[in-house]
């Protein structure tokens, strides 16, 4: 198994540039999410589906969209990039839903992107 | 939305056990206790889980205590491998939760 993967590793966009961030899993987990990190603030919840056709939002939403076709795919997409939206993006998933859904989240690369 | 405070940094020395506290006054009484290892340029790994009392895994123990205001995360003889950022987060079932800041915890030979 690949497990959760990303791509790209890196990207750099120019202001008001839209882009997608890949995501993948082979798990066939339910659940998944995408959280940003950045220095002196842990991670934050973006957003986050709990299976194909479903989606909601979490602690920092604001600029991205998601979309959950399939269970294998979570893409995030960034409508019109701000230097605000500078951080390492992680992509997650968990075998199941409700309270269990952090048991084990197993985490992606990460993607670094810089928006100029 | 509980919130979690745990030290910005430790250092320790290989062989150590090393301790880190989270407090989280504000937790509520369905709510689950993890903690995740990071490792730079890497994503976050899950180590633990507990509700309350002691958890006991192959890499480390959690304890919890009676009141559930705080819980710490025990690794014990620790190396240099070890060395990385340590998260505490209450898991509640709203999803709308983050990590916090993290403890760097620093083994040195």
């Known amino acids: 198994n690949a497990g959760v993967t990303q791509t790209p590793k890196f990207q750099v966009l120019k202001t008001g540039q839209s882009m997608t961030l890949q995501c993948a899993q082979d798990?066939?987990?339910?659940?998944m999410s995408w959280y940003r990190q950045d220095p002196g603030m842990g991670l934050r919840l973006i957003h986050y589906?709990?299976?194909?056709?479903?989606?909601d939002q979490g602690e920092v939403p604001n600029g991205y969209n998601v979309s959950r076709s399939t269970t294998e795919d979570f893409p995030l997409r960034l409508l019109s990039a701000a230097p605000s939206q500078t951080s390492v993006y992680f992509c997650?998933?968990?075998?199941?839903?409700?309270?269990?859904?952090?048991?084990?989240?197993?985490f992606g690369p990460g993607t670094r992107l810089t928006v100029l | 939305l509980a919130k979690t405070t745990q030290p910005i940094s430790m250092d320790s020395y290989e062989g150590q056990e090393v301790n880190i506290t989270c407090s989280h006054n504000?937790?509520?009484?369905?709510?689950?206790i993890t903690w995740y290892q990071q490792f730079p340029s890497q994503g976050p790994r899950f180590i633990i889980q507990?509700?309350?009392t002691k958890v006991t895994n192959e890499v480390a123990s959690l304890f919890i205590p009676a009141d559930r205001k705080s819980s710490t995360l025990s690794l014990p003889r620790v190396s240099l491998s070890d060395t990385a950022v340590y998260y505490c987060?209450?898991?509640?079932?709203?999803?709308?939760?983050?990590f916090g800041a993290g403890t760097t915890v620093t083994v040195r030979a």
């Open positions: 997650a998933s968990s075998y199941s839903t409700g309270l269990a859904a952090y048991n084990e989240q197993f």
């Open positions: 798990m066939n987990h339910e659940y």
């Open positions: 589906s709990v299976g194909a056709g479903i989606t």
């Open positions: 504000n937790i509520a009484t369905n709510d689950y």
């Open positions: 507990g509700y309350k």
């Open positions: 987060l209450v898991v509640t079932n709203d999803y709308k939760l983050s």
